[in-house]
């Protein structure tokens, strides 16, 4: 099984730290109508957010006193903390990052850059990475992913990066640091490593469904499973990426398929796997009840042009983003305060 104990034992002699990218983008106020109507019609759910998501305070106990700081800097201050990062990329809105983080940036002597969302990619790094501009626009995901890491000390030897959600408060510093240590081992293996963190129950603290699947891979977790040998997993804020090794045009796809449950995705998932040479995943997921993790490894591979491993992982706070929902917010806030 994997847990944060036994990530750190294996092989001896690795010390490669990492650069951290951390995805601090936004949507402008055209697409956060759009999604707040999604979010109303498609999950009942209220959407509060209207200014820049990774900025809005949220409130935590620390110490027994009532301490109140933006989204981004619960993850920030993780990041500073751990010594197996060197180097931290932020990409977003760089004004409003830069007035409200710049004084906490200050106080620590490990190097951290923003970047603006809102910048050009060079020329050199479209050409380095073959990037079509129609798939990969300059403010999407890709887009910003791409200028991180092109920024970052990882882009010049082609080494791996480690790619940071802002938006997950809960998310421990052991997680981080027990994913990393399992990256360590595993990066001359895989293009993009991704944690699959197991859900124990029928959903999450947040009432989310997990992606249920058979753990066919060498890290075994002890939570039960159901009548079809299954568990449930859900996406953490972290994964590991090397861009060298596999096609980023197909990146901002991937992040519009994320949420696997919903039906309208569904469709589109089963259509992509046809054309990748997988007609039956419908089927496997959801009348056989046999889908397995590797198989949806080798699946993913096919899609991004570039290997990709999944590896089983306890830790679901890590799972817990602000999407911009109410009761997001109140759930998340009601953690982050008992914690």
């Known amino acids: ?13 690795v010390t490669s730290m990492f650069s951290a990218i951390l995805m601090a983008g936004y949507n402008n106020k055209r697409e956060v109508k759009r999604y707040a109507k999604i979010v109303a019609e498609q999950y009942g759910e209220k959407f509060i957010e209207t200014g820049y998501k990774p900025l809005r305070d949220f409130q935590a106990t620390v110490n027994g006193k009532p301490v109140s700081k933006p989204l981004i800097l619960y993850t920030l201050e993780k990041l500073y903390e751990t010594d197996l990062i060197d180097e931290i990329v932020i990409v977003g809105h760089q004004m409003l990052l830069e007035q409200r983080l710049n004084d906490f940036i200050g106080q620590h002597k490990k190097p951290c850059r923003i970047v603006n969302q809102n910048s050009a990619i060079p020329d050199s790094v479209r050409k380095r990475f073959n990037i079509i501009p129609r798939k990969v626009k300059f403010n999407s995901v890709a887009g910003n992913l791409i200028k991180g890491y092109a920024a970052s000390a990882a882009c010049a030897p082609k080494k791996h990066a480690l790619l940071v959600a802002a938006d997950s408060p809960m998310t421990t510093i052991e997680f981080i640091e027990a994913f990393i240590h399992i990256v360590q081992k595993k990066q001359r293996e895989a293009a993009i490593i991704v944690p699959a963190v197991v859900i124990k129950n029928k959903k999450d603290k947040l009432g989310r469904y997990p992606l249920r699947l058979r753990n066919d891979t060498q890290y075994r977790l002890p939570v039960k499973k159901d009548k079809n040998g299954r568990q449930g997993f859900r996406l953490s804020s972290l994964m590991c990426v090397n861009p060298h ?94 914690s």
Not at 3 to 10: H, R, Y
Not at 310 to 323: C, H, K, Q, S, W
Request: aromatic share 12%.
């Open 245 to 338: 090794l596999f096609d980023i045009n197909t990146a901002n796809t991937a992040y519009s398929l994320r949420k696997a449950l919903h039906p309208n995705i569904q469709v589109q998932l089963f259509r992509i796997t046809r054309k990748l040479g997988y007609p039956n995943v419908y089927s496997k997921y959801f009348i056989r009840k046999d889908l397995s993790i590797k198989e949806v490894e080798n699946i993913t591979s096919a899609f991004f042009g570039g290997k990709l491993n999944v590896i089983p992982m306890l830790g679901e706070e890590a799972t817990y983003d602000y999407d911009g929902t109410e009761i997001e917010y109140q759930m998340i806030s009601d953690m982050l305060k008992s």
């Open 1 to 13: 099984m994997v847990d944060f104990e036994l990530a750190k034992t294996g092989e001896t002699g």
